[in-house]
């Protein structure tokens, strides 16, 4: 009976393989062709910016945690209006594994993954990014969201300005 | 002694604890906010509620209010509990800003964690937030009130504990703000220890604003190298530099909390100038020539001159490690030139302490305990501010307090103060030794009769003593005084503020060495060409700095370890670069004996701010990392004498050496430290007169400690730096009426510097015909050593 089951499993593959001969190939020429990913690949991560054009990322470091591959590093700095931003930003793609961890932790949806996959290259350095080589100038997957719109902390609006705040209360009030 | 049941466990606790701590002692751990070891309970967060089943309380009760009794069944798991506390998140989350992300807190928040932990993770409430206006509280303390939760932690640690004036809470319901009545600097020197008791991130560090999250900081238990008293901190470092320092836990010393100069002086680790690379003759070489260098020229200059043409100095700053094998090297060479501090004075006193403290020796925490604390000579805010907090808490706890003192000594608590000549410091001890207190007059005697009857009363009286006043004869009295109003059933203790974190080990390790002042006679004279300076800087911290530096020109040889850029290590012929205290592991000596480890934060090296000038790191790629030459200064000494090179086999050889070092190479960074009854040798019998007359009708000055920012560390600390004041003097109002002179007047002080112009401040409480100036760097006040005695003149400038 083994004989029988040999000679079967000796000859199906070639009649598979000589059948695949006469169908379309799904390989493409790549880089001659090029495919067009789903939107929501995780290739090249990105820094994109609020609506109203001013950076997103508040360098929070929550990214960095959740970087299984310590790819991310960053150092927070605050600007003249008490906002809290990226002095420096820096992604190593050498590193980077892609697993997009860091869009999810993101808590201001600055860092974004898009589907650019071109990012080989032969010099490690140009892998190492800096913030002016993420930051791009659009709101990415969500061109509504603005942080400093709804933390209480007085950075977009006034103090007790935003939409779901009362005006800054006056403790010597001696009012009930 | 109470017994209970908690979550099925019985447990039997003191009279007097509440349920919260008891359950602690199970291990049980009950979600809390207001509640703190230090400030005790008051119920004001309801978040430690938990189901009383049985027993003298029943019911639903916040187990922090509650007394540990016996009978009581309780349980931390009853559903009720369990939904209460949601609750309660629930509410604290109402008015919350929603800012995690960019809150300094955010990693280290109890109140992430309880509302984590409370599963509160969708908000139901859908009105609108009361919000808050801030203050600016001065250049320590953010302030962020629309995170605020009301635990009142904050006014408890600021008012009561620390006893600051200016912290408090204004308003109701819903209006509760907590800051000051307006807008300013906090004045508290101890006000840096609300970021710590904040469980959310209404009050945060501003030096460390937006540096690093928790998570990233490289942190580790350490010894606070600002003063003698070695409180545990926790320094916390990344990318290279130490960023802050949070108190540690210590309740032999400190406590819980620490002063502002120990929370906010960590930046001399990252100072610029701070030299880091090896050299000899001014060209930069490997750490190993340097070594070689110094083995072989020490040796030759031995050989040449005989070995006691070579001096040894040591320094408060240094570890215990480190200092014994300085006393090694000098063994090694034969030379008997060895001594551990250059202000001689702040030397004897430290030496003189270390051969007669024995069993009067007191903690901070018997100190807290205390009922009657007198102290001569000794200013704790300038000297050691966890000492004027101790002494707050013996306050609070009914003990009373005596200042006596040429300087107007300020405490954060009640004190009565007798404004004394300093060289009548001495003579009141004998006098009070000896209940014999005719020499004194009217005002004086009532005082003291009255001082001396309350030492009859009292049950655990300390004496404490400050070295830059009393100097070796002065702590010689105070362990005497000590020792003659002892009996059987009351010992009298004995605490004396030195100079350094080591002052102690190193007093006990100078043997009956000859002081520095005596050394720099024979540099001078010529019969010692090198001095070898173990991270000390004689140029500056010698009793008199325009002498020493006119000795030391004389030098053929010296070498110097540090990690600071003081005047030794710039000229120094051998200059070998050291770690600071927060990047290496050793061991640092208190004023009372108790010998405690810390271990090393951070490698040293050029932080990325500077190598990267406040952009992103160079983009290039190094084998070492820059900047980290520097190695622990036991490490390289333990190299030039060609010894075993790591800590525990070097703790382990000073054990066999040294049999009542016994148990050093078991000391943990995170216990409560080691006494040993180890005692050294008192100094030798001739001290100079502190007095240095010159013009006899001239007006006399007396150097005394800086408010925070005036020791060496400090200085280069920048965040201090705010702290700084413009050059003053302060005065008797009587003799600044005497010289025409009235507060806020600016002046000219002359003195054997130079010039420099001061602005006058007066003040009743201070001893009249003294002039009180306070040593502060980089400014024309530098030269002031504190406790040296100028002749000077003083006068008017104009208004300020």
Redesign the interface.
């Known amino acids: 009976m083994n004989f029988w089951r040999d000679i079967k499993g000796t000859l199906q593959p070639f009649w598979i393989t000589l059948g695949y001969l006469f169908k379309k190939p799904v390989t493409i020429q790549y880089p001659e062709e090029k495919r067009t990913p789903p939107p929501r690949y995780r290739a090249r991560i990105v820094l994109t910016r609020n609506p109203d054009g001013s950076e997103r990322c ?5 990214c ?2 959740a970087c299984p591959v310590d790819c991310i590093s960053m ?4 600007a003249e209006d008490g906002r ?1 931003y990226a ?4 992604i190593n793609f050498a590193r980077c594994i892609f697993c997009g961890l860091c869009a999810e932790a993101c ?2 949806m600055a860092i974004q993954t898009t589907p650019d996959y071109e990012i080989c290259n032969r010099d490690v ?1 140009k892998l ?1 990014q ?2 002016e080589d993420l930051l791009i100038d659009g709101c990415g997957k969500d061109d509504e969201y603005n ?1 400093y719109e ?4 007085g950075v977009a609006n006034e ?2 300005g935003n939409e ?10 001696l009012l ?1 | 002694m109470p017994k209970l049941t908690i979550d099925n466990l019985e447990v039997t606790v003191p009279e007097g604890t509440n349920v919260l701590e008891a359950a602690r002692e199970l291990d049980i751990v009950i979600p809390h906010f207001c509640y703190h070891e230090a400030l005790g309970a008051v119920g004001s967060c309801r978040l430690c509620a938990m189901m009383f089943v049985d027993g003298p309380v029943t019911g639903l009760q916040m187990a922090c209010m509650v007394e540990a009794q016996d009978g009581m069944v309780v349980s931390s798991t009853d559903p009720d509990a369990i939904e209460l506390r949601e609750h309660v998140i629930e509410w604290a989350m109402t008015n919350h ?6 809150c300094d807190e ?1 990693g280290e928040c109890q109140l992430q964690e309880m509302t984590v932990a409370g599963g509160h993770g969708v908000r139901r409430y859908n009105g ?7 203050q600016d509280l001065g250049p320590f303390v953010q302030q ?1 009130m ?1 995170r605020c939760i009301t635990c009142y932690r904050c006014v408890r640690t600021y008012r009561d504990y620390c006893g600051g004036t200016d912290y408090g809470v ?8 907590y800051g000051r009545f307006q807008e300013g600097t906090l004045e508290s020197p101890f006000s840096g220890n609300i970021i710590d008791a904040c469980p959310t991130g209404v009050l945060t560090s501003k030096p460390f ?5 928790l ?2 900081l490289q942190e580790a238990p350490s010894i606070c190298p600002h003063c003698s008293l070695g409180c545990a901190t926790i320094p916390g470092g990344r ?1 290279r530099e130490v960023q802050r320092v949070k108190a540690g836990i210590n309740r032999e010393t400190h406590g819980f909390f620490i002063c502002d100069r120990g929370r906010f002086g960590y930046d001399h680790v990252n100072h610029q100038e701070r030299p880091r690379q090896a050299r000899v003759d001014g060209q930069p070489v490997a750490v190993a020539a340097a070594l070689t260098a110094a083995r072989e020229r020490v040796a030759g200059m031995a050989r040449e001159h005989g070995p006691n043409s070579i001096a040894f100095l040591g320094s408060s700053r240094a570890s215990f490690e480190g200092s014994v094998l300085l006393r090694d090297w000098a063994a090694a060479t034969g030379s008997q030139q060895l001594v551990y501090e250059a202000h001689q004075g702040r030397d004897h006193a430290a030496r003189t302490l270390a051969a007669r403290l024995g069993e009067h020796g007191r903690s901070l925490e018997d100190l807290r305990q205390s009922d009657l604390i007198v102290l001569f000579g000794a200013d704790p805010l300038a000297e050691g501010p966890m000492l004027a907090l101790a002494i707050r808490q013996a306050v609070r706890n009914g003990g009373k307090v005596i200042v006596i003192d040429p300087r107007p000594v300020e405490l954060p608590c009640a004190a009565s103060h007798l404004p004394l000549a300093m060289e009548r410091l001495t003579d009141v001890l004998t006098a009070l030794a000896q209940k014999d207190l005719h020499a004194f007059d009217n005002h004086e005697h009532a005082f003291l009769e009255n001082l001396s009857e309350q030492f009859d009363s009292a049950q655990r009286p300390v004496l404490i003593g400050g070295a830059d006043l009393l100097g070796g004869k002065g702590v010689d009295a105070l362990c005497s005084t000590a020792a003659q109003l002892s009996s059987a059933e009351c010992a009298v203790g004995v605490m004396t503020m030195l100079a350094g974190p080591n002052s102690y080990g190193g007093a006990l390790l100078a043997g009956d060495g000859p002081d520095f002042d005596t050394i720099l006679d024979a540099i001078q004279e010529g019969t010692i060409r090198a001095l070898v300076c173990l991270e000390s800087d004689p140029f500056r911290e010698a009793m008199d700095p325009s002498r020493a530096q006119a000795a030391l020109g004389h030098l053929e040889l010296l070498v110097s370890f540090d990690a600071t850029p003081g005047l030794a290590a710039q000229r120094a012929d051998i200059f070998l670069p050291t770690r600071a205290n927060a990047e290496m592991a050793g061991s640092y000596m208190n004023n009372e004996g108790r010998l405690q480890a810390f271990q090393a934060v951070i490698d040293p090296g050029l932080p ?2 500077e190598t ?1 000038a ?4 160079p ?1 290039e790629f190094f084998q070492t990392t820059p900047g980290s030459a520097p190695e622990a200064d036991w490490w390289l000494l333990a190299e030039l004498l060609e010894r075993d090179t790591t800590l525990a086999a070097l703790r382990k050889t000073i054990e066999q050496s040294d049999e009542c070092f016994v148990g050093l190479s078991a000391i943990d960074a995170e216990s409560t430290g080691l006494r040993f009854s180890a005692q050294g040798s008192l100094p030798p019998a001739a001290e100079q007169d502190l007095l240095q007359t010159g013009v006899t009708d001239a007006l006399k000055l007396l150097a005394i400690t800086g408010p925070v920012g005036s020791h060496w560390l400090a200085h280069l600390s920048s965040p201090l730096a705010a702290t700084q004041p413009k050059p003053y003097v302060v005065l008797h109002p009587e003799q600044a009426e005497k010289l025409g002179l009235s507060a806020g007047d600016r002046a000219r002080l002359t003195t054997h510097f130079g010039h420099c112009h001061v602005v006058i401040r007066t003040d009743e409480k201070m001893v009249n015909g003294l002039i009180l100036a306070p040593q502060l760097w980089d400014t024309a006040l530098e030269g002031m050593v504190p406790g040296s005695m100028l002749d000077c003149q003083l006068e008017k400038e104009g208004k300020a």
Do not use: M
């Open positions: 508040v360098a929070c470091q929550l960095s945690a150092q927070a700095a605050e809290r002095a420096w930003f820096r808590p201001t350095l190492v800096e913030k942080y709804h933390s209480g902390v103090r007790g779901d705040e009362y005006g800054p209360v006056d403790p010597k009030a009930p | 800003p929603h800012d995690c992300p960019v955010g609108k937030k009361c919000t808050f206006t801030n962020e629309n204004f308003g109701s319901r819903n209006r509760i703000q604003r937006f540096k690093t999250r998570w990233d990318y990325i701010s990267g406040g952009n992103h790191p983009r």
